[in-house]
């Protein structure tokens, strides 16, 4: 699973190219940068309106930074 930061709408997410239906694959699956999972502060969701949103690039990525690990335990979004 991977993580990253980036920009949606006025702020910044969080999101995740997890795959659910191969959570053992060491590649990002095959599909849409749209189809990417959200971060909504307590789990993964596929509606970006359900999003926690930052205010700029540093501070979505101070979170990651201070959360890694609460984020990377839920790896069935």
């Given at each position: 699973?991977?993580?990253l930061t980036r920009s949606l709408d006025e702020g910044f997410v969080i999101t995740s190219d997890f795959d659910a239906a191969n959570p053992k694959a060491k590649t990002a699956?095959?599909?849409s940068p749209t189809a990417y999972k959200v971060w909504t502060g307590r789990s993964?969701?596929?509606a970006?309106?359900?999003?926690?949103k930052f205010p700029t690039l540093d501070a979505a990525d101070d979170y990651v930074r201070h959360h890694y690990i609460d984020i990377m335990k839920?790896?069935?979004p």
């Open positions: 699973m991977g993580v699956p095959k599909r993964w969701s596929d970006a309106t359900e999003a926690m839920r790896t069935d």
